[in-house]
């Protein structure tokens, strides 16, 4: 049972983002624009940052609903998800990737934990300063989404067919339009 | 920030809701939680800006905010307010460490429903805030006064307003 009276029948942190909007408001703005929006990373490779961010944090909702995300831009390849989250280094990904995953998951072990060394291997491999900066922002601002999301005890059903639509809508519409139904 | 205005806009907004609009929960309260959870992530920029802006808040008690940061149990403070950074430090270290228990106590001293979801997002968003500074290497002076005079001016002014400063026109 959530720790606060959230509006029922909204999974994961759509029951947050219903019981305050005011604060859903910047917090949808923020995935679209590290996920959805225009970068030079693909949006199913900042996908699968967040999903393995969201793994390292074990929350539940943010890994199934992001990891379906990432799978709806990469052809419905769960298998692939699956293996960024177990043991990226040894996943069918660019070594670019690979070395930002290393950052992002430093980033969730805490900032100070980012060393110059990870961050010239991200850059031998071909990564540019802004996808550097993105990468930290994505691992940082999952560090909040699930915090909030288990910080509050949402509910978090164990629906694969409900996170493989979400995952569709997510890919397809972004994060900030038909604000009821998407996570973060 | 500056770098990226296109994510310093909802990241300013955020904060700005959560820290400085109209709530319950005073200003003061609120930034001494930021400044706390910062303190908790050992992020130098942002538990002294939040500590700067909580003492501004506070009537300038700076003594007040160094005793939140080592010791709140026995700070003068509420024991609603206590209670809710219990919350805040166990969200900081994840967020499943919330128990039912720890919401309970904070109800039993009075903390809404609003208050505690308040408390709970503005620990998890200064887990992001105090990653994103210190994750990217940012330059962060020892200069105490800088803090106090800039903590000063957005206890007043708000962060969105002072963004207005480093960030271009059409996306501030």
Same mark, same amino acid.
């Given at each position: ?35 959805? %929006? ?35 831009? &990469? ?7 699956? +293996? ?26 805490? %900032? ?24 930290? &922002? ?8 699930? +915090?909030?999301?288990? %910080? ?33 | 920030? =500056?770098?990226?205005?296109? $994510? ?19 200003? /003061?309260?609120? *930034? ?15 538990? $002294? ?12 008690? *700076? ?11 026995? =700070? ?9 950074? !219990?919350?805040?430090?166990? !969200?900081?270290? /994840? /967020? ?41 290497? $940012? ?18 002014? /708000? ?10 026109? $059409?996306?501030?």
């Amino acid at each position: 049972m959530p720790h606060i009276a959230l509006p029922e029948g909204l999974p994961g942190i759509t029951g947050g983002f219903a019981f305050r909007p005011e604060t859903a408001k910047p917090m949808r703005e923020l995935a679209h624009v590290l996920l959805h %929006g225009p970068g030079t990373l693909s949006p199913g490779e900042r996908e699968l940052i967040a999903t393995r961010v969201s793994s390292q944090n074990d929350c539940y909702f943010c890994q199934t609903s992001h990891g379906a995300a990432a799978a709806a831009h &990469l052809g419905k390849d769960f298998d692939l998800v699956d +293996r960024v989250k177990r043991d990226f280094l040894e996943a069918p990904i660019s070594d670019k990737l690979k070395a930002l995953l290393v950052i992002a998951g430093q980033v969730q072990m805490g %900032g100070k934990h980012v060393s110059s060394e990870s961050v010239e291997e991200a850059r031998r491999r071909g990564a540019t300063d802004l996808e550097i900066h993105d990468t930290v &922002l994505i691992a940082a601002a999952f560090c909040m989404y699930n +915090r909030y999301v288990d %910080g509050l005890a949402t509910w978090q059903p164990r629906d694969p067919a409900m996170y493989s639509s979400m995952g569709e809508q997510l890919a397809t519409h972004g994060y900030i339009a038909n604000e009821t139904l998407q996570p973060a | 920030m =500056a770098f990226r205005p296109e $994510t310093a806009k909802p990241l300013n907004e955020l904060v700005e809701i959560l820290l400085h609009a109209p709530n319950s929960l005073t200003p /003061g309260e609120r *930034e001494l939680i930021a400044t706390y959870v910062s303190s908790e992530n050992d992020c130098y920029y942002c538990q $002294t800006i939040h500590g700067a802006i909580a003492a501004a808040s506070l009537d300038g008690d *700076e003594a007040l905010v160094k005793k939140v940061k080592v010791d709140f149990e026995n =700070a003068d403070i509420s024991p609603k307010l206590k209670a809710l950074l !219990v919350i805040a430090g166990q !969200v900081q270290k /994840g /967020g499943k460490h919330v128990t039912a228990e720890h919401v309970a106590k904070a109800r039993a001293q009075g903390a809404t429903d609003i208050e505690i979801h308040d408390t709970v997002l503005i620990a998890a968003a200064f887990c992001m805030y105090n990653r994103y500074v210190d994750g990217l290497g $940012t330059f962060q002076p020892r200069d105490e006064d800088m803090y106090r005079e800039r903590g000063k001016r957005v206890a007043r002014e /708000g962060y969105v307003t002072v963004s207005k400063e480093y960030l271009p026109a $059409t996306v501030s």
